[in-house]
């Protein structure tokens, strides 16, 4: 039985993806590579550790889809697989003691409003540890026990470190205004 869905063809790409198929990834890459640039770009801050995470999640896609279990949604899967890629680089840069050369800065983004940039800049200030839980739960609507289970703490811990990073981007942007 395939786990096609509604779509018809999703089945038949995740077999051809899966055997190793470059179209059937390149397909995959097409339909779901925005949205988890967006993710990783999220979690890790930076556009160069985004563009290496969703690289690293597709070039080791044909084998993970090996363990894929196609019980449930192929994207909340794609998302969880992204975000334990990034959650991966986060901690190595952090062992390495790498630090973002574009602190803050959007690259060739089109231009914001001030309050916007003003919340993106507080949001990357945060330590990983809690900006993480928030990009998590907060914009990618992960539950406080999904979030736990990808982070390896409890869901307590998780609702604390949500809690905490709320009080400091609120102290930030009273700060800054």
């Known amino acids: 039985m395939s786990a096609a869905g509604p779509s018809g063809g999703r089945g038949a790409s995740v077999e051809a993806a899966r055997a190793g198929s470059p179209e059937a990834l390149a ?8 949205a988890l640039f967006r993710l990783a770009y999220r979690l890790t801050g930076t556009r160069e550790d985004a563009e290496d995470v969703v690289h690293d999640v597709f070039v080791g896609l044909p084998e993970a ?5 196609e019980r449930g ?4 899967w794609l998302n969880r697989v992204t975000a334990r890629v990034a959650l991966m680089r986060l901690r190595s840069r952090n062992r390495r003691g790498e630090v973002a050369l574009d602190a803050g800065g959007l690259g060739g983004a089109p231009p914001q409003d001030a309050d916007r940039i003003a919340l ?7 330590p990983d540890p809690l900006r993480v839980v928030l990009v998590l739960t907060e914009i990618e609507g992960y539950s406080h026990a999904e979030a736990a289970e ?18 400091r981007l609120r ?3 009273e700060d800054g205004r």
């Open 27 to 34: 397909a995959l890459y097409r339909e779901h590579g925005p």
């Open 65 to 69: 889809l090996g363990r894929y279990e």
């Open 120 to 126: 993106q800049s507080a949001v990357n200030a945060l």
């Open 73 to 76: 949604n192929l994207v909340g």
């Open 150 to 167: 990808l982070l390896g703490i409890s869901a307590g811990a998780s609702r604390v470190r949500l809690n905490r990073a709320m009080r």
């Open 171 to 173: 102290k930030t942007l």
